[in-house]
């Protein structure tokens, strides 16, 4: 079933509309006039008219279409022309509506033929910030006009936003570009993100049936890019790192329709001597604290309650606003904003972790009670060949000002075993580590060498089968560990974000403030997206088990 949704919005100059619309009905039909059809709400009462913003934000529970913004028309009337997709939220600038855009508009690329003619699909490897910049990669894409479909065989421009963190993820990369070889003539083939900045035109030599390398600072300009390859250019590359044009993106295609994320602060200063990310996102950019709680209170309207902060290191913030407003500030104006429940932030570096971070915790409830600190590793001599800049025993003291707070904050962290030289003491007090912070989750990783990296040059080795034999270890230690933690748990009453439904009936998944994944059974019809209070009845290592209590 397809769904086109037509809506037509008259602006005048200095006062257009801003909506905020959410369509809930499986069989939806409008044409010509703003109409949100049945069981849908349209909220005319939030409606304000200011400078030419307009955003709507669509959820429709009709399974297995994608959100598509299809034509601009005149000057004074917006049309939006959608395909609707299984609560595919997306925001769009009414200047793109009314021909009064800040940006060329470009047609959708025409180099493939048939269904395939306008259309993308985009793949992301790697982390949270990766998954955001390809939600700002499709909102640019669809205010263009473009269509997002679910195959590469189905595209006519195939992107890949990739990660390069560690070997195997490059590689991933490559294998997946080797799948295209045949279909370069047909198709665009775009590697971005990561792999791109670090391969940069190396990528046409390795793959050169690629035609696009852009890297993540510079994605607004693929539609330009895009234009470029029409008018002619065989290979485009968009490879400037230091600026931060990527945070003020105009339209970002949000794919959780619960959690929104927000970069605050780009690249890396810090050093660590084992770390591709400084070379790949550059120099440390904090975005302005007045345009992240604009968007914050944008976000609001559209109905997300629960904001994730990301950064690198988030901590590090610095406010370029002459108020200079601090982290711990930033979170408690965030979680001010009137309908935000939840507040995350990640990741934090040990080293910019002040008490101002704690307090704001402990003084808020919205900010949520989870702390993600990676430590590396437990060993002091390890932390100093990675330029850590901590000790054991600093951070030892940092987590013990989270863990005196008045309220109980979980704290997960990031470890690398087998770094170069890593002896069996060093790994024996990562360990150690474990027991004395009982740590909420953990993600652990064998060390990868890493182009143009300090370590990669360091003596040592550790062979790849005793970095197997370590992380085999660490992940036993800390599965017993969060099986310990989960035990204590049971009877307890958590409130939870319903973020997932199972087939099974009566099943339903979400997170604690703690970010701990519950499984629940209820009975329940509309509970996603809803804040629910659930008891737990059981645990596993990675999960708690519950159920509902209904609101008496
Ligand atoms: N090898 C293995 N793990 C790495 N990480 C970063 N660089 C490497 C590398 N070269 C891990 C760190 C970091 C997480 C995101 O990835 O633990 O916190
Ligand atoms: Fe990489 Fe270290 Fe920066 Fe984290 S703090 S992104 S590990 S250089």
Redesign the pocket.
């Known amino acids: 079933m397809r769904v086109f949704l037509i809506l037509l919005l008259i602006g005048q100059q200095g006062r257009a509309t801003r909506l905020v619309g959410r369509i809930e009905s499986r069989k939806f039909k409008a044409e010509g006039e703003t109409n949100f059809g049945s069981g849908s709400s349209f909220d005319s009462q939030r409606s304000t008219f200011n400078s030419f913003n307009f955003q709507l934000e669509l959820v429709m529970v009709a399974p297995g279409h994608c959100a598509r913004i299809a034509r601009s028309l005149s000057r004074k009337t917006g049309v939006i022309n959608c395909e609707l997709g299984m609560t595919k939220p997306f925001d769009v600038e009414l200047g793109r509506l009314t021909g009064q855009e800040s940006t060329p508009r470009l047609s959708p690329m025409n180099l493939a033929s048939g269904r395939e003619r306008g259309t993308f699909f985009l793949e992301t490897f790697g982390c949270q910030m990766n998954e955001h910049d390809s939600e700002k990669v499709a909102g640019v894409l669809l205010a263009r006009g473009y269509r997002q479909v679910e195959t590469p065989e189905s595209a006519g421009l195939i992107l890949y936003n990739t990660c390069s963190i560690r070997e195997k993820a490059a590689q991933k990369v490559f294998s997946r570009l080797g799948e295209y070889r045949e279909k370069g003539e047909e198709k665009i083939i775009g590697v971005l993100g990561c792999v791109a900045q670090q391969e940069g035109e190396n990528i046409f030599k390795r793959a050169p049936w690629v035609s696009i390398v852009c890297g993540s600072a510079s994605y607004r300009k693929l539609p330009e890019l895009i234009a470029q390859l029409e008018s002619g250019n065989a290979r485009v590359t968009g490879l400037d790192l230091d600026t931060d044009e990527t945070f003020e993106t105009e339209v970002t295609r949000r794919n959780n329709p619960f959690r929104a994320y927000l970069t605050i602060i780009e690249g890396?200063?810090?050093?660590?001597t084992?770390?591709?990310?400084?070379y790949t996102?550059g120099p440390e950019r904090s975005r302005a604290s007045d345009a992240i709680l604009h968007e914050v209170r944008q976000l609001a309207e559209l109905g997300y309650s629960e904001i994730q902060l990301l950064g690198?290191?988030v901590n590090s913030y610095a406010d370029p606003m002459p108020r200079r407003m601090r982290f711990a500030e930033l979170l408690l104006a965030v979680a001010n904003v009137p309908g935000i429940r939840r507040v995350r932030f990640t990741?934090s570096?040990p080293s910019d972790f002040t008490p101002d971070i704690v307090e704001a915790i402990e003084s808020e409830p919205k900010l949520c009670d989870h702390v993600h600190l990676?430590v590396?590793s437990g060993s002091t001599r390890v932390l100093r060949e990675m330029q850590?800049t901590y000790t054991r025993e600093e951070y030892l003291e940092k987590i013990a000002m989270i863990r005196g707070a008045n309220r109980s904050i979980a704290i997960t962290t990031d470890i690398i075993v087998g770094f170069p030289g890593e002896s069996d003491v060093d790994f024996a007090e990562t360990l150690s580590l474990l027991d004395e912070v009982k740590y909420d989750g953990m993600f652990a990783f064998k060390y990868s060498p890493r182009p143009n990296t300090p370590a990669q040059r360091m003596e040592d080795a550790i062979p790849e089968e005793e970095k197997g034999r370590r992380l085999a270890i660490l992940q036993d230690r800390q599965r017993e560990i969060q099986t310990a933690c989960h035990a204590t748990m049971i009877g307890s009453t958590f409130e939870v974000l319903v973020s997932g439904k199972s087939r099974r009936d009566n099943q339903w998944s979400g997170y604690t403030s703690s970010h701990r994944i519950v499984n629940f059974a209820s009975s329940g019809t509309e509970l996603l997206g809803t804040y629910v209070q659930v008891r737990v009845t059981g645990a596993t290592p990675n999960s708690l088990v519950g159920e509902h209590l209904a609101a008496s």
């Open positions: 890396c200063d810090k050093a660590c084992y770390c591709v990310v400084p996102r690198q290191t990741t570096h990676p590396q850590r």
